[in-house]
């Protein structure tokens, strides 16, 4: 992995430059929220938001 990084042109890849910022804001909620509510706020889908959030997973 560490050759193809350094060399991309030796295996016919190329490696795209991929800026390091968060895609997502963390946001605290002081009560409990309908999760079909925030998932229309965010325009994430359930599946997202449970990925995003696993210890909603209980």
């Known amino acids: 992995m560490a050759q193809l990084i350094k060399h991309p042109e030796r ?3 190329i490696i795209i430059t991929v800026s390091n910022t968060s895609q997502v804001q963390t946001i605290k909620l002081d009560s409990q929220f309908d999760l079909a509510l925030i998932s229309e706020w965010t325009q994430l889908d359930l ?3 449970y ?3 696993p210890e909603l997973k209980r």
Do not use: A, P
Request: charged share 20%.
């Open 47 to 49: 599946e997202q938001l």
């Open 51 to 53: 990925t995003l959030n």
């Open 11 to 13: 295996y016919g890849e």
